[in-house]
């Protein structure tokens, strides 16, 4: 008989990035929980203090680290043995595409098989990480019920809540953006939402079913990806005709009901990949999406877009392409934010080199031995390595609109003749050559 009391409750959030760890800090306030890992040094960082993603109130999380009540408070750990004295386990690890742009579910498998060992009668798996629709249910539940000996909705039960962690804002954060949430019968869907509603201040949205609330946020990230993938093909006809995009926009922007979004870049865990998982689903049942995968396309070839053209205006300048210097400003996926998870500045980088230029990357945001381990490339991580070695570029291309950046002094790096491309439009544009 399904019998879920708030009372009783100790959570397992499993794992502690960008989405678990807000998630297990708010959830510490109120009930006992354990943050899983199986990255120890992650673990040990936490424990002192330190979070290389910049979303925890550390203030916070010492203070939950520092409960000892029996009803609440935090642990970390990355010892498995700790997980079987929990009762609500959240999974919230990445779910990234691979080399051919098909879901790679090795992260979430292997997170339901930790979990699946660790299953008791009445226990509740619920799966924040973002997938396709079906995917919780045909995919996640038969693991979880080979390493439990546990059948589904008989002994144990599943619920989906959709993360929607906005890396880099302080200002929508967890609890002030709407949950949606969901469950694998009535009574569980009514415990997942009164869970979630006792810490998220916004609300909650309870789905009708898991498929839905799992569909629900596969089309969030594909709507604004496709948005975004048109202004991004203007971008490249208005190049063609000779006009400012931003010009046309602001024009365009005067009516209320257009809707303003930006030329870009667009990478990170969520816009540059969901849509994958939803085009893979539709696949497997025998529809080939159109406007999912050519916004996808136009997007995907931005990058490639903006090296060539700096190229051409360093060729306008006079400059000897072979052999001259460039430096990228910024590698993050989004601004002030240390995530470079799905980053489409690789793409510049890699055509620059490809066109003989030698390429340096500054970024005062990213972790230089994540950058050397996800992309195997050396970064800069403070401006006075350049400024201190009077190093001056041909070519100079803002990727990224940290906030540091739009005060840079360019004039120590550069001389009439460097290049000076705007990806984001927030500099002054009589001080650069180009922009999207």
């Known amino acids: 008989m399904e019998q879920f009391d708030l009372r009783n409750v100790k959570i397992a959030v499993i794992g502690l990035g960008y989405v678990g760890l807000p998630l297990a800090v708010e959830f510490a306030k109120k009930y006992k929980v354990c943050g899983f890992d199986i990255n120890l040094n992650r673990v040990n960082d936490l424990l002192n203090g330190r979070d290389q993603t910049n979303e925890a109130d550390i203030d916070a999380l010492n203070k939950v680290l520092a409960l000892t009540m029996a009803d609440k408070g935090l642990q970390l750990s990355s010892d498995t043995q700790e997980l079987n004295t929990c009762n609500v386990f959240i999974v919230t690890v990445p779910t990234p595409v691979d080399h051919f742009k098909s879901p790679d579910l090795k992260p979430l498998l292997y997170a339901s098989e930790l979990v699946g060992k660790a299953l008791k009668p009445n226990d509740i798996v619920i799966y924040e990480s973002t997938v396709y629709p079906g995917c919780t249910e045909e995919d996640c539940v038969p693991v ?110 005067t009516k209320w009901n257009f809707l303003k979004y930006k030329p870009g870049l667009v990478g990170g865990h969520c816009i540059g990949v969901d849509p994958y998982y939803l085009a893979h689903k539709a696949e497997s049942l025998g529809y080939h999406p159109q406007v999912i995968l050519s916004g996808r396309r136009v997007n995907d070839n931005m990058g490639i877009f903006v090296a060539n053209k700096v190229i051409k205006l360093m060729i306008k300048k006079g400059h000897s392409i072979d052999g001259s210097r460039a430096l990228i400003l910024g590698i993050t996926f989004k601004e002030n934010c240390p995530d470079i998870r799905n980053s489409q500045v690789i793409d510049i980088y890699t055509e620059l080199q490809q066109f003989g230029l030698k390429v340096d990357i500054y970024d005062p945001y990213a972790d230089p031995a994540e950058v050397k381990k996800q992309y195997n490339l050396e970064i800069i991580k403070n401006i006075s390595t350049i400024t201190n070695n009077y190093i001056l570029y041909d070519a100079i291309i803002l990727a990224v609109a940290h906030d540091e950046f739009k005060t840079l002094d360019l004039a120590g790096i550069s001389n009439a003749k460097t290049v000076i491309f705007d990806t984001k439009a927030i500099l002054d544009r009589s001080k650069v050559d180009g922009r999207l």
């Open 144 to 253: 979880l019920e080979q390493h439990s000996g546990l059948t589904f909705n008989t002994d144990f039960f599943c619920g989906y809540s959709p993360e929607r962690i906005n890396p880099g804002d302080k200002v929508n954060t967890l609890t002030k953006i709407v949950k949606v949430t969901s469950g694998s019968t009535a009574k569980v869907a009514d415990f997942v939402d009164e869970l979630y509603s006792s810490i998220i201040v916004a609300g909650t949205y309870k789905a009708p079913s898991i498929k839905v609330a799992e569909a629900s946020k596969a089309i969030e990230n594909a709507q604004r990806d496709v948005n975004i993938s048109f202004v991004n093909e203007l971008a490249l006809i208005f190049d063609l005709i000779g006009i400012d995009t931003n010009d046309v926009l602001a024009a365009a922007g």
